[in-house]
Nanobody, 121 residues
């Protein structure tokens, strides 16, 4: 299984910055794509940013130019650097990882427990 542990959430003023980290641990063969989603109460979870094992990235339009995703493959850790934060970025942020438990087995999706980001205006 894959366990994802997030850190770095909290309260910040509009225009400020935060950095999220998420480390994958457990018994698995490989971690493929990793990323971040966010969800507001009563709304669907939406993609924030995702990064492949090779470093290819994809961002939601709303965060392009402000957020940067990166990863450390050796540590199975993904980071999200968030700058110029806005009140509308307030959400619970969930770490995501696509993991393969055994060689030649299909990948599964795993989620962290979520971390609250609150941006005060």
């Amino acid at each position: 299984q894959v366990q994802l542990v997030e850190s770095g959430g909290g309260l910040v003023q509009a225009g400020g910055s935060l950095r999220l980290s998420c480390a994958a641990s457990g018994s698995f063969f490989s971690i493929n794509a990793m990323g971040w989603y966010r969800q507001a109460p009563g709304k669907q979870r939406e993609l924030v940013a995702v990064i492949s094992r090779g470093g290819s990235t994809n961002y939601a339009d709303s965060v392009k130019g402000r957020f940067t995703i990166s990863r450390d493959n050796a540590k199975n850790t993904v980071f999200l650097e968030m700058n110029s934060l806005k009140a509308e970025d307030t959400d619970v942020y969930y770490c995501y990882a696509e993991g393969t438990l055994y060689k030649d087995h299909p990948a599964n999706n795993y989620w962290g427990q979520g971390t609250q980001i609150t941006v005060s205006s």
